[in-house]
């Protein structure tokens, strides 16, 4: 059975909507899902604004029955002196609302006192029979639920204590006050004005409710909300309000009066935005979606018609006929293009290569040499871009260009950020640089740089320079902390897309993280919801150029002031070339040298040769030079060392502070150092 197949075109639109539909399915889900966290994190603070709300309404209460009970130690009360006991409490009344009321009743709710009426009216029996029977039943204050006053026909509310003689109640003493004041109350709380906020007795009956107080007060609470409300102390639960309006009710009973304040916000404010930014995830989507596919389709004719043309050409070359290479613009076909003609040229001049193979092998060995040789010369000679060479320069060439301008010795590391900042000039306007002045030597400032390569790359990609508003903040200092100086490097992210942590390491977070490790350093990496935030800590001994002088661009042979013109010099060095070079720029400054490319010859010499200098590698075959440093040591002879390692802890302590210079190393540079001994 033959597959079948499709064109190119096909396959990329499928690609390309394959790609797009699950990033917009992904974003209206991730939409939903912010969209329930934020309903519950809205309905909490709603709670939390209930409770408190439960809290002020008892404080009230408990101080009405404060008062309440201070008066009712009054001995006037106690000994039936009426008139005496109205006074007094007329006079706590202007401590109290306008509207409040005292009064004194007996058992059977008959008052003895009401500082509503003037002395010789009949007094009516209390509207609050319940709270009086209450009173007297439990020996214990008492708070009713919305009443009509007997008096002015208000909506009120009582608070009862009772009066106590020989331990028995003798009277009710309440205090009746408007629901005016309960609207204060809620008022004074300062709940969003898009709040419908009330205060529900016992019985499911609003005494206040904002907005409109006046038409709900009296009313009782909308059903489903109090047939929830009966069930539990707390809640929340979606209902319409009085006036038909969907909300989000949530509600908390206080357990000292029985009273419940219920918060309900309207659903229209929750849902509104979800519903914009439904709105806008699907244009947006839909549009990304429309250019994703005709970008495939154009592409796809673009791709079908070279690989035409490329197969027509394939044809007349197999048969010798002249053809036209495709159109130019894609990397494959044009490899594919250049590698069928190049097979095709080495095929037709096989025969006659291999007649003149023979004659040719000498000569060609002998110019591949010279090139060799010319191109190390060439490239020593004009640039010191060899010394930055290291594992991953091919990926890094900003890198190795920095490295190569400050011979690769040591790099600010201010250039190093700005440096690899550059590759993305529109996103790097939006990063803040801010540090002292500090050099790195060439080991760190290689490490340093794939570091910032990857944070930069990741930044861009998906951190905070991938959206407009985003932006980066990149410091660093030296800590003078009791354990040693170490330096501390900053990278934080600010407003970018919501950060989480990654669910595997890729390359880039290996790099990041071993680099310091091979420095003894160490590196902490947040993935905060803001931002990625990043710290790498290194100690300073080991990554800092000290000497500004020696880690820039050498001095100049001027600035030096010790001829070098007649100086005996060891150059102990076991790289052929390596050793030729440097003979030959000592040697062309006057100096007489004398070489040794082993640990055996190089000690003889430093024991018993008559020298002003030495310039040692370090590493001779596998053994270490040091041997021989410590000869010249005895004898008063300097010397440096010429080294790839960077790392001081390869050197013994006593040699550490011994000058040394980095490989590859220039004749210039190495004038430079001995002039300096």
């Known amino acids: 059975m033959i597959a079948r197949s499709w064109s190119v075109r096909i396959w990329l639109i499928a690609l390309g909507g394959l790609g797009a539909l699950p990033l917009i399915v992904l974003a209206l889900w991730f939409s939903f899902f912010e969209f329930e966290k934020e309903r519950h994190r809205a309905l909490a603070r709603i709670q939390e604004t209930a409770r408190a709300m439960a809290q002020a309404l008892d404080g009230r209460f408990e101080a009405r029955i404060a008062i309440l009970q201070g008066l009712a130690t009054a001995n006037s009360l106690r000994d039936g002196r009426y008139e005496d006991f109205r006074v007094r409490a007329s006079q706590l009344l202007l401590s109290l609302p ?13 008052q003895l006192v009401n500082t509503s009426l003037p002395v010789g009216r009949e007094l009516p029996t209390r509207s609050n029979i319940e709270g009086v029977e209450a009173v007297f039943a439990t020996g214990k204050p008492s708070i009713s639920n919305v009443l009509r006053d007997a008096v002015s026909g208000r909506l009120v509310v009582s608070v009862d204590v009772p009066v106590f003689q020989e331990q028995a109640v003798l009277y009710d003493l309440g205090v009746i006050f408007p629901i005016e004041e ?3 109350l809620l008022r004074a709380q300062r709940s969003s004005p898009d709040w419908y906020t009330g205060l529900i007795d016992r019985n499911g009956i609003l005494a206040a ?4 107080p006046e038409r709900f007060a009296g009313a009782p609470a909308a059903a489903p909300l109090w047939a929830e409300m009966a069930l539990q102390g707390e809640g929340h639960i979606k209902t319409p309000a009085l006036d038909g ?24 404010f929750m849902v509104g935005p979800l519903w914009r930014r439904v709105t806008v995830l699907l244009a947006g989507g839909g549009a990304v979606l429309l250019a994703v596919l005709v970008l495939a389709l154009l592409l796809g004719r673009a791709i079908s018609l070279r690989m035409v043309r490329l197969a027509e050409g394939a044809d007349a070359i197999a048969s010798e006929r002249p053809a036209d290479s495709p159109p130019r613009g894609i990397r494959e076909v044009d490899i594919v293009d250049q590698a069928i003609r190049q097979a095709t040229r080495i095929i037709r001049e096989q025969e006659a290569r291999q007649r003149l193979l023979l004659g040719e092998l000498d000569h060609r060995v002998k110019n591949m040499l010279a090139t060799i040789q010319a191109l190390i010369n060439r490239t020593l000679g004009r640039t010191p871009e060899a010394r930055a060479l290291t594992g991953r320069v091919a990926a890094l060439a900003q890198a190795h260009a920095l490295l190569a301008r400050t011979q690769g010795r040591s790099v600010p590391l201010r250039d190093i950020v700005a440096t690899t900042l550059e590759a993305h000039r529109d996103e790097a306007r939006r990063v803040t640089i801010e540090g002292p002045d500090i050099l790195l030597t060439s080991r760190a400032a290689q490490g340093m740089a794939l570091a910032l390569h990857e944070l930069t ?17 990149v410091g660093w200092e030296v800590d003078h902390a009791a354990a040693g100086r170490f330096l501390k490097f900053h990278w934080v992210e600010r407003d970018g897309p919501p950060v989480s942590e990654p669910t595997r390491r890729g390359f880039g977070s290996v790099l990041i993280g071993r680099m310091p490790q091979e420095l003894d350093g160490t590196v902490s990496q947040i993935f905060d919801p803001g931002g990625v935030r990043c710290l790498i800590v290194m100690p300073a001994a080991d990554v800092v ?23 005996r ?23 007489l040298v004398q070489a040794a490319s082993d640990l055996a010859a190089a000690v003889a010499l430093a024991r018993s040769a008559e020298l002003d200098a030495a310039v040692l590698d370090v590493n001779l075959n596998g053994e270490r030079v040091f041997p021989a440093a410590y000869a010249l ?26 000058p040394r210079i980095a490989k590859p190393v220039q004749a210039s540079e190495l004038l430079a150092a001995l002039r300096r001994l």
Not at 209 to 212: A, G, H, I, N, Q
Not at 248 to 266: D, E, K, L
Not at 457 to 473: E, Q, R
Not at 637 to 644: Q, R, S, V
């Open 245 to 268: 309006v969907p909300v989000y009710s949530t509600w908390s009973r206080s357990t000292f009066s029985g009273w419940s304040v219920a918060i309900a916000m309207p659903e229209s």
């Open 545 to 567: 150029a000290e000497d500004a002088t020696a880690a820039g661009a050498p001095a100049s042979d001027t600035q030096m002031g010790e001829p070098l013109h007649g100086r």
């Open 633 to 658: 040591r005895e004898r008063r002879i300097p010397f440096i060392f010429l080294t790839g390692y960077d790392d001081p802890k390869l050197w013994p302590e006593d040699l550490r502070d011994q």
């Open 98 to 110: 306008p509207g409040s009321v005292i009064s004194v009743s007996t058992r059977d709710g008959s």
């Open 457 to 473: 790359t990741n930044a861009v990609k998906h951190g905070s320079l991938s959206v407009p508003g985003g932006s980066v903040d």
């Open 209 to 212: 409710r904002l907005p409109f």
């Open 182 to 184: 309960l609207v204060q």
């Open 569 to 591: 010099i060891l150059l102990v060095e076991d790289a052929a070339l390596a050793a030729m070079e440097a003979t030959q720029a000592l040697e062309g400054e006057g100096c």
